[in-house]
């Protein structure tokens, strides 16, 4: 199983199958509950009174990144037009190729090698290294604050590949291999795209300390579904900046493209998952994401996309510690909470 969920991480990142089903017709914002609402207890004498806990933080996050981080829900606008004609954009095969990133040609003997408990450091580090922009990503990426195991930066593939060890060079392949696609985005979307990464990577983080210490499940599963919610995204907000720039010309409206976010997110994940036969846990992992009462790779999930939200926020100064704890604690056991705030804030931030 580990073997074909590798082949689809390094794969779905640059062949889309976007097929989306239903169409919703409601004239105001869909609010999406990715959890069951975060309700913090009532705080304790001389501590933090936060009122987070009724808060979507990933929707409050999303609107941050798209620059609307002070708009009020009601003052949003949702262009029904602009909505319809992405879900439509993305719903063409034919377009499939303009949201394809670069697959790397030793694809196939790198996933041998990977996967091939026999092979050293360095036959591992010869493959990576003859793809010069894959290298180059892959170091990138172990010496992130999320990923870095030491003071120093690793400067080698064969260090990265000793220190990190074969599980951990998939999940970062996995990674390098969709960042591309994810931070293409120019012009004003370019800041969204780079938020929407660092949220990405510690959601897929998360979710994999989660799916592994408490659920008990397979955390590269749950790291591969991270991602997978993270690169369709991407995906749905290249689809929204090429309807805006085709005649006739809309404006950018944070209202429409959280609308698309969140319509549009979910169901490609799945369909992406399901195209390209990944194991049956993560397909049904991402059907209940948005679950109330979910489990297994499903709750991993949520609790990733709770803490990178409370993460994403605090570090953008719009969310205190004290406030970001309290939501994660009135969802998690107080151990959990701290271990997984801990993991969200080794150091200020995703480094570039």
């Not at 073997?3 to 239903?22: D, E, F, K, P, Y």
């Not at 931070?183 to 800041?191: L, Q, Y």
């Not at 369709?232 to 944070?254: G, I, W, Y």
Request: charged share 20%; with cysteine; aromatic share 4%.
């Amino acid at each position: 199983m580990i073997i074909s969920a590798v082949l689809a991480a390094v794969v779905v990142g640059g062949l889309v199958w976007l097929w989306l089903r239903g169409r919703d017709d409601a004239p105001q914002l869909r609010r999406r509950v990715y959890m069951a609402p975060v309700v913090a207890a009532p705080p304790a004498a001389g501590t933090p009174d936060s009122t987070i806990g009724s808060v979507d933080l990933q929707r409050r996050f999303l609107l941050s990144a798209l620059g609307a981080a002070e708009a009020p829900e009601d003052a949003l606008r949702v262009q029904r037009a602009v909505v319809d004609d992405v879900v439509a954009a993305l719903s063409r095969a034919d377009l499939s190729s303009r949201y394809t990133p670069r697959r790397p040609n030793l694809l196939p003997q790198l996933i041998q090698s990977v996967n091939d408990s026999t092979a050293s450091s360095r036959s591992i580090a010869r493959i990576i290294g003859s793809d010069a922009v894959l290298a180059a990503t892959l170091l990138r990426i172990a010496n992130s604050s999320l990923y870095r195991l030491q003071q120093q930066d690793v400067q080698s593939i064969e260090r990265a590949v000793t220190l990190i060890g074969n599980d951990g060079i998939r999940q970062i392949i996995s990674a390098a291999l969709v960042q591309p696609v994810m931070e293409s985005a120019s012009g004003v979307d370019a800041e969204f795209a780079r938020l929407l990464w660092e949220y990405t990577l510690r959601v897929s983080l998360a979710a994999a300390d989660h799916a592994r210490s408490v659920e008990r499940e397979d955390g590269f599963a749950a790291q591969l579904a991270g991602l997978l919610l993270g690169l369709s995204s991407a995906m749905a907000m290249q689809a929204a900046a090429d309807v805006l720039v085709k005649p006739p010309l809309r404006t950018r409206e944070p209202g429409s493209l959280l609308e698309i976010l969140e319509r549009c997110t979910g169901p490609t994940a799945v369909r992406i998952a399901e195209h390209w036969k990944l194991s049956a846990t993560i397909v049904q992992a991402l059907k209940q994401v948005d679950a109330a009462a979910a489990t297994g790779l499903a709750r991993s999930l949520q609790v990733g996309q709770l803490a990178a939200s409370a993460a994403m926020l605090h570090a953008q100064g719009l969310m205190s510690e004290a406030d970001a704890c309290a939501a994660l604690a009135s969802e998690l056991p107080e151990h959990v909470a701290t271990w997984l705030w801990k993991r969200m804030n080794q150091a200020d931030g995703v480094q570039e």
